[in-house]
């Protein structure tokens, strides 16, 4: 087996997914700011790299930010229910990280508030503040 070795500041990031990888590429886009960095122990990584656990892929997903507005067209009959029950599945911390814009909303977050949406037959899109594209860790 041939094994691939990427060199990042006397560090080593393995394995043959290694060019598109999250960990690779976050090293190598480190900053002198930081004198140590962590790695992944090449000892760690399975033969079969391209089965590898620790691969972090740096295909950017799409995002929503900010959930302020989100109930404001949600009728009043609905409004409390409707809150509950997204309280009741990310939890009360993670729902007002969400509203303060702490945290992102991946697409599977963003498509549970359109299902809840729809179950309770309001129309039209959830209405988050913003989107962006970032990296999934």
């Given at each position: 087996?041939?094994?691939?070795?990427?060199s990042i500041?006397?560090?080593?990031?393995?394995?043959?997914?290694a060019d598109?990888?999250?960990?690779?590429?976050?090293?190598?886009?480190?900053?002198?700011?930081?004198?140590?960095?962590?790695?992944?122990?090449?000892?760690?990584?399975?033969?079969?790299?391209?089965?590898?656990?620790?691969?972090?892929?740096?295909?950017?997903?799409?995002?929503?930010?900010?959930?302020?507005?989100?109930?404001?067209?949600?009728?009043?009959?609905?409004?409390?229910?409707?809150?509950?029950?997204?309280?009741?599945?990310?939890?009360?911390g993670k729902?007002?990280?969400?509203?303060?814009?702490?945290?992102?909303?991946?697409?599977?977050?963003?498509?549970?508030?359109?299902?809840?949406?729809?179950?309770?037959?309001?129309?039209?899109?959830?209405?988050?503040?913003?989107?962006?594209?970032?990296?999934?860790?």
């Amino acid at each position: 087996i041939e094994v691939k070795y990427y060199s990042i500041g006397g560090d080593y990031v393995i394995g043959e997914k290694a060019d598109n990888c999250l960990h690779r590429l976050a090293a190598l886009r480190d900053t002198p700011e930081y004198p140590s960095i962590r790695i992944i122990n090449p000892l760690c990584i399975p033969e079969d790299s391209s089965q590898c656990a620790y691969f972090q892929s740096t295909q950017k997903i799409h995002v929503a930010w900010g959930i302020s507005h989100l109930l404001d067209e949600v009728p009043y009959k609905n409004l409390q229910p409707l809150k509950s029950q997204l309280i009741a599945h990310f939890g009360r911390g993670k729902y007002y990280r969400f509203y303060r814009e702490e945290s992102y909303l991946s697409p599977e977050d963003q498509n549970y508030i359109r299902r809840t949406f729809h179950q309770y037959n309001i129309p039209g899109e959830p209405a988050f503040d913003s989107y962006s594209e970032e990296y999934k860790w």
